[in-house]
């Protein structure tokens, strides 16, 4: 009987730390994934060069992999925001007190005609505007989100995470386009008064539905950057099928 007991025992320690090790490895996934698909590509000076290492299609691959990932946690983190501070009335009424989108102004294609019909050049310079736009906010909506008292560690971690990898796939799509259109280094400088003004403090209940706005604003980008991306490999492979 002690032996069985000394079996049982063991068997549960170890399932246990199983356990134990894949709630940590879901808690980290963000991590994880990152340092499986490395986008940066520099010299040892630290400029973007062109990648001599690694393909044009891996490095679109690598460009698609973090455009998914930003917008399944953009998902995860709206999602949260809502169950968190956002009433399930007050959902639907963004839109409706004069909350519009930053990037409502930028030249990006909307109809599926409009995005049919640009070239594989604007594909890219509409995916690198819409992420240079939104590098500036999201900095802004982790500033926000630290002055909730009851914001949870991981939607600060998921905010903080995609501001990150924001700026990772930046270099990557500017480094893409030297590659496929062997264009000069565009300048991922942001304007001192671009799209988004944020100096003056709102109220409490205006401040949570600018950032709900926010975080709803940057989930659709975030899938359009992942859609045009996925348009631009399609259009590599099977040109005249693609959708």
């Given at each position: 009987?002690?032996?069985?007991?000394?079996?049982?025992?063991?068997?549960?320690?170890?399932?246990?730390?199983?356990?134990?090790?894949?709630?940590?490895?879901?808690?980290?996934?963000?991590s994880?994934?990152?340092?499986?698909?490395?986008?940066?590509?520099?010299?040892?000076?630290?400029?973007?060069?062109?990648?001599?290492?690694?393909?044009?299609?891996?490095?679109?691959?690598?460009?698609?992999?973090?455009?998914?990932?930003?917008?399944?946690?953009?998902?995860?983190?709206?999602?949260?925001?809502?169950?968190m501070?956002?009433?399930?009335?007050?959902?639907?009424?963004?839109?409706?007190?004069?909350?519009?989108?930053?990037?409502?102004?930028?030249?990006?294609?909307?109809?599926?005609?409009?995005?049919?019909?640009?070239?594989?050049?604007?594909?890219?310079?509409?995916?690198?505007?819409?992420?240079?736009?939104?590098?500036?906010?999201?900095?802004?909506?982790?500033?926000?989100?630290?002055?909730?008292?009851?914001?949870?560690?991981?939607?600060?971690?998921?905010?903080?995470?995609?501001?990150?990898?924001?700026?990772?796939?930046?270099?990557?799509?500017?480094?893409?386009?030297?590659?496929?259109?062997?264009?000069?280094?565009?300048?991922?400088?942001?304007?001192?008064?671009?799209?988004?003004?944020?100096?003056?403090?709102?109220?409490?209940?205006?401040?949570?539905?600018?950032?709900?706005?926010?975080?709803?604003?940057?989930?659709?980008?975030?899938?359009?950057?992942?859609?045009?991306?996925?348009?631009?490999k399609?259009?590599?492979?099977?040109?005249?099928?693609?959708?």
């Open positions: 009987m002690d032996v069985f007991l000394c079996i049982s025992v063991f068997l549960v320690v170890c399932l246990v730390s199983v356990v134990q090790q894949g709630v940590w490895a879901l808690l980290l996934w963000p994880l994934f990152s340092s499986c698909l490395p986008l940066d590509c520099k010299e040892e000076q630290g400029s973007l060069s062109r990648c001599p290492s690694i393909s044009q299609e891996k490095l679109l691959d690598r460009i698609i992999q973090h455009a998914e990932l930003i917008y399944r946690v953009s998902e995860e983190s709206c999602s949260l925001f809502e169950q501070f956002i009433p399930f009335p007050l959902q639907f009424q963004r839109n409706q007190v004069g909350y519009a989108c930053i990037t409502k102004a930028l030249p990006i294609p909307s109809s599926k005609s409009e995005i049919q019909q640009i070239s594989d050049k604007w594909l890219l310079h509409s995916v690198l505007m819409l992420v240079q736009s939104w590098i500036e906010p999201l900095v802004y909506l982790q500033t926000s989100l630290d002055r909730y008292d009851a914001a949870p560690d991981m939607l600060l971690n998921k905010t903080k995470w995609v501001s990150e990898k924001l700026i990772s796939l930046e270099q990557g799509v500017v480094v893409l386009i030297k590659k496929m259109l062997d264009e000069g280094m565009l300048t991922s400088n942001h304007s001192d008064q671009g799209l988004f003004q944020y100096d003056v403090q709102p109220e409490m209940l205006e401040s949570v539905m600018r950032d709900y706005t926010l975080l709803s604003c940057f989930k659709k980008d975030a899938h359009k950057m992942e859609t045009f991306l996925k348009l631009l399609c259009r590599q492979t099977d040109k005249y099928n693609c959708v």
